[in-house]
């Protein structure tokens, strides 16, 4: 059985949750147990949002979350209070360990379903079989039983890692490392897609141009990992469409964004429509498919043709065989830089008959 304080288990928890969590590790950690001083102080010891901050209004305020959240645990007996010269401690019981039980209920399990089905496609990864020691119950039996339909439950995250590779990490770190920024963004922003549901704003600097920007008013939608990259997708109203952000191009976001609003996630976003014509993470603004060909014949060292066919560039890859030598390949797809990138791989003169010719021109300048 799952240590109802590890990591793993403190992931799949609403943050109300995570708070009670939080607090019964610090209760836990202290036998002669703890005063709410005590608790305050480890509690913005660990990061957490700072207890006295300054509100609206100019005027310093407190943040009751650590005293509601312990009251609460004492009414349910998983802490209990000593008065010790005066002073009130809480100390952790043993019923504290029941409390797995009754906080997973059908208000936060389609959370944990959502966490099940971001990761099950890859197959090294322990979480199903954690999942079946918390709950005595599989993936498919926890659908049934909390009559959930699978296509309620859409992922936060999507990863490009294809269903049948594990994407694991290895010790070239210069190429697998999250910065810490990096890591600071995934957590601000799956905080906002997955709780706040808040317009959010930031400064961004274009990978094309250079030139920094502040955007507003964005709905975060989903986190993309795509080459190696994160990437916020997100709905910008200014162009009244799905925007990809780049984490390691957002230069600072606004904290206290005054024109926060709040939204819901568009209903007509699937990411498995969404790049269902791309190759790479751009989209056509106005979903414009473009019929795309050329045609391929093997390099002085390599066997591009073989390659290619064992490993496409999109679901919609025709291969036809045009004589002994070349093979033309034909897509429809929405035409981008990473379309132009990838046909360029193979080398210009291997090359011929690029289709559009816009497409054409550009493989052929660069």
């Given amino acids: 059985m799952a240590d109802i304080l590890s990591a793993e288990f403190m992931s799949l928890l609403n943050e109300a949750d995570r708070k009670k969590i939080m607090l019964l590790t610090f209760i836990r950690e202290n036998r002669n147990g703890l005063t709410i001083d005590q608790i305050e102080t480890k509690w913005e010891e660990n990061g957490e949002r700072p207890l006295t901050r300054i509100g609206k209004n100019g005027k310093p305020t407190t943040d009751n979350t650590v005293r509601t959240q312990i009251n609460s645990l004492v009414k349910k007996g998983f802490v209990t209070i000593t008065k010790i010269r005066g002073k009130n401690y809480y100390s952790f019981t043993q019923q504290a360990e029941d409390l797995k039980g009754r906080l997973i209920d059908t208000e936060n399990i389609s959370d944990l379903l959502r966490w099940a089905i971001t990761f099950r496609k890859y197959k090294g990864l322990p979480f199903m079989d954690l999942l079946v020691n918390i709950f005595d119950l599989t993936f498919e039996d926890l659908l049934e039983h909390y009559e959930i339909e699978l296509s309620e439950i859409l992922p936060y ?65 989903l986190l993309k990992e795509h080459n190696k990259r994160w990437y916020l997708i997100g709905f910008d109203p200014q162009v009244n469409a799905m925007r990809p952000f780049s984490l390691d191009r957002i230069i600072q976001i606004t904290e206290r964004y005054s024109g926060a609003k709040e939204y819901t996630l568009r209903k007509d976003f699937n990411s498995k429509n969404h790049w269902s014509n791309s190759i790479g993470i751009y989209v056509h603004p106005e979903g414009l498919v473009s019929e795309v060909s050329f045609e391929l014949k093997n390099g002085p060292r390599y066997n591009n043709i073989n390659y290619l066919i064992s490993l496409p560039m999109h679901h919609t890859q025709k291969a036809i065989i045009v004589d002994e030598t070349w093979t033309r390949f034909e897509y429809k797809i929405h035409l981008g830089p990473e379309v132009v990138r990838h046909i360029r791989q193979w080398g210009l003169n291997n090359l011929r008959n690029i289709s559009p010719s816009e497409l054409d021109q550009d493989v052929r300048n660069g």
Avoid: C
Wanted: glycine share 4%; net charge negative; no cysteine.
């Fill in 157 to 221: 995250i999507d990863f490009e890692t294809s269903d049948k590779v594990y994407s694991g990490w290895t010790n070239n770190s210069s190429t697998n490392e999250i910065t810490e920024e990096v890591t600071r963004l995934l957590n601000y922003f799956y905080n906002v897609i997955s709780m706040t549901r808040e317009t959010v704003e930031f400064t961004y600097r274009s990978f094309q141009t250079g030139l920094v920007e502040t955007v507003s008013a964005i709905e975060p939608h």
